[in-house]
């Protein structure tokens, strides 16, 4: 079974800051690969799927990158409404540990 | 536009069964893997099963294989989770998923 590691578990930033979440495979997902992002008592919101197309209305600070094993999501001058929990997903299977992103 | 509801949750005690649905709409039903993740509180995302569109192929996370049957009736656009031996650690919000879609969930509660 396909393990999804993120890294890392909490990140610290302020506004305007650039952040990076990681997260590893424990075998390749080729570019099946989704990001998402979610805020208290809300279900997720997808912002990245196939590792590096941005959703529909999702803002273009947000990009994805990687392939096989290693993805990356960035975060490029943080906004207030970012602060919120950030998950990855093997299409249709495991998640990561999530990365929460707090105000520093 | 693509929606998916779930209903069905409740309290249930520990031992016992429920079925949680999820009504389909906005897009092809008979064409489409779907999925069931959940979240318990204060926890991340579990992904708990997925099943193919026309229902042969059924898969399941490692904590719910062999108490959990995940089907779909295509003709209703419904997708459908049989949660059996139920225990406490199965208390989570319950999402139907499609895609990138996600419902707005249904919680369950196993408690005595």
């Known amino acids: 079974d396909i393990q999804m590691t993120q890294s890392p578990s909490t990140l610290s930033a302020s506004v305007g800051d650039r952040v990076t979440i990681t997260c590893r495979a424990s075998?390749?997902?080729?570019?099946?690969l989704a990001w998402y992002q979610q805020k208290p008592g809300k279900p997720p919101k997808a912002l990245i799927y196939?590792?590096?197309n941005l959703e529909s209305g999702v803002p273009s600070r947000f990009s994805g990158s990687g392939s096989g094993t290693e993805f990356t999501l960035t975060i490029n001058s943080l906004q207030p409404d970012d602060f919120a929990t950030y998950y990855c997903?093997?299409?249709?299977?495991?998640f990561g540990q999530g990365t929460k992103v707090e105000i520093k | 536009e693509v929606q998916l509801v779930e209903s069905g949750g409740g309290l249930v005690q520990p031992g016992g069964s429920l079925r949680l649905s999820c009504a389909g709409s906005?897009?092809?039903?008979?064409?489409?893997?779907m999925g069931w993740v959940r979240q318990a509180p204060g926890r991340g995302l579990e992904w708990v099963a997925k099943?193919?569109?026309?229902?042969?192929?059924?898969y399941y996370g490692d904590s719910v294989e062999g108490r959990f049957t995940v089907s779909r009736d295509n003709p209703r656009n419904s997708l459908y989770l049989q949660v059996n031996s139920l225990r406490e650690e199965d208390t989570a919000v319950y999402y139907c998923?499609?895609?990138?879609?996600w419902g707005q969930g249904t919680p369950l509660t196993v408690s005595s």
């Open positions: 196939k590792a590096s």
């Open positions: 998923t499609r895609d990138q879609v």
């Open positions: 906005g897009f092809t039903f008979r064409s489409s893997w």
């Open positions: 075998q390749s997902t080729s570019i099946w």
């Open positions: 997903q093997n299409y249709n299977g495991p």
């Open positions: 099943i193919n569109p026309d229902g042969s192929e059924k």
